[in-house]
């Protein structure tokens, strides 16, 4: 119980606190492009150090491989429909206000619940690998959601509103936790595994096509190396302390 606490908190805790450092004070260029790197390698140091050798355990590579592309075109095709995860940091026309703040939102709702399932499928393997996803989820959400704040209470004007719009995305990711835990819990460990493998083709692809890109390295390549050195230690011991 207290393991699944720990997961809900970690699921609110990324989104809350990188909405509410957006609305006080936005951070630097710097700062912000260094927690983005630093997110994108605890998410693909997650991906290949965990999720890939478990998913190899319990089922077979060609359905990993299988699994792991899927996951990949599915989130292609997700990040086609969708507006950006990080509409700041791409240039739009601007639309009406209605239609910016609707499409924004359904944008990053939609977006967050294959994070939720990659944490609730890793859940129901073990608590160790769900908490540690979660961890590498939530270090993302944080400069993700201060840089999605930031341009939504440009448009809407109003700063608790912009809060509570995208505090109530945040469903939609403990939507895909609760799928992923409570229907693949105790499913036959190729499916388990399979979704494992799925999970992350979808982190990895938010990492590679989302993060990297919006961390500026070829800008500031110092900062983004050592954030990306960073993240990979950091999930190394981690794995020590949770193990």
């Given at each position: ?140 959400d944080l400069p993700e959601n201060v840089a999605t704040i930031v341009p939504l209470y440009g448009i809407t004007k109003n700063r608790m509103r912009a809060f509570n ?79």
């Open positions: 119980m207290n393991n699944l606490l720990l997961i809900v908190f970690l699921i609110f805790a990324g989104q809350t606190l990188g909405s509410i450092v957006g609305l006080i004070k936005k951070p630097g260029r710097k700062i912000l492009y260094a927690s983005l790197a630093f997110a994108a390698s605890m998410m693909l140091s997650i991906s290949f150090f965990q999720l890939i050798p478990e998913s190899l355990k319990i089922s077979s590579p060609f359905l990993v491989i299988i699994s792991f592309i899927f996951g990949i075109i599915i989130m292609r095709i997700v990040d086609g429909i969708l507006p950006h995860i990080n509409p700041e940091l791409i240039k739009k026309e601007k639309p009406s206000v209605k239609r910016s703040v609707t499409m924004l939102v359904i944008g990053i709702a939609l977006h967050n619940i294959p994070e939720g399932l990659a944490i609730g499928v890793g859940f129901a393997l073990t608590y160790k690998l769900g908490i540690m996803i979660a961890i590498g989820i939530a270090a993302q719009i995208l505090m109530t995305t945040i469903l939609f990711e403990l939507f895909g936790f609760v799928f992923g835990y409570y229907v693949l819990k105790g499913t036959a460990p190729n499916l388990l595994g399979g979704a494992l493998a799925l999970a992350a083709g979808f982190m990895t692809y938010i990492s590679i096509e989302e993060l990297i890109p919006a961390a500026q390295i070829k800008e500031y390549p110092k900062i983004g190396i050592i954030s990306l050195i960073l993240g990979i230690l950091c999930i190394l011991l981690l794995n020590l302390l949770v193990g």
